[in-house]
C-alpha cells in the first residue's frame, strides 16, 4: 500500500511506548509496527533507554581499543550499516538523542517514560493491574491511547494490543497525519 500522507518535508512524528514495567510487551510491539510502518514507505527510528550501562563494543575489538584509548567518537561501518559509539562528558537529553535521527518520518522511543512525548501506554492484565496514565505523577494529556489485552475503563482509547495493524492505524490516523507532536515543538536550549 502506498503512503498517500507522506512527505519528506514533514516534521517527524515522535511517539513514546512505555509500560509500567518489563515484561508487558513494548519490544515486540513496537518490532511489529517497524513492520507495518517499513510496508507503508515510512522512515522508521527507534530510541531503546537502557536503564544499566550497556557495551555495545567488545573486549579485544579494534573498535573497543579506539574507545579505551580515548577517541570521543568510534563509528563502525560496512557496507550494509553503521554504528557510533560516543563518549558522553555529560547525559544527553533525550530531544538532542532524537535530533541525532535527522529526518525520518517517524521515531518510536521505548522507555523514557518521563518525557513530553505523546505515549502508548502498553498493558497486560497479567502482568501488572495498575497504568501509568492514571498515575498523578504523569501528564494525562501526553497519553494517547493504552494498547491492552484487557477491557479497561479509562478516558482514552483502549486499543486490542493483539490485532498491531488496528494500533498502527490509530498511530497514523491520531499522530502521524495530524503530527500532533513532532521534534520541532521542543524547546532548544
Avoid: W
Wanted: charge should be positive; glycine fraction near 4%.
Amino acid at each position: 500500500m502506498e503512503n498517500l500522507y507522506l512527505d519528506r518535508k514533514q516534521k517527524t512524528t515522535i511517539i513514546s511506548v512505555i509500560a509500567t514495567k518489563s515484561g508487558m510487551g513494548k519490544t515486540t510491539l513496537i518490532e511489529a509496527l517497524i513492520k507495518i510502518f517499513k510496508s507503508r514507505n515510512y522512515t522508521v527510528g527507534i530510541l531503546k533507554y537502557d536503564v544499566k550501562k550497556f557495551e555495545i563494543d567488545k573486549e579485544g575489538k579494534d573498535s573497543y581499543k579506539f574507545s579505551k584509548a580515548g577517541a570521543d567518537n568510534v563509528i563502525i561501518a560496512s557496507a550494509e550499516k553503521l554504528a557510533m559509539i560516543q563518549v558522553l562528558k555529560e547525559k544527553k537529553t533525550i530531544e538532542e538523542i532524537v535530533d541525532i535521527f535527522g529526518n525520518l518520518d517517524i521515531v518510536l522511543i521505548e522507555g523514557f517514560k518521563n518525557n513530553v512525548y505523546p505515549k502508548i501506554e502498553v498493558h497486560r492484565k497479567d502482568i501488572d493491574n495498575n497504568l501509568l496514565c492514571r498515575r498523578p505523577d504523569f501528564s494525562a494529556f501526553n497519553f494517547k491511547a493504552v494498547a491492552s489485552d484487557e477491557k479497561l475503563a479509562v478516558d482514552i482509547p483502549v486499543l486490542n494490543l493483539n490485532d498491531v495493524v488496528s494500533i498502527a492505524d490509530f498511530i497514523e490516523d491520531n499522530l502521524i497525519k495530524s503530527n500532533s507532536f513532532s521534534s520541532t515543538d521542543i524547546h532548544r536550549k
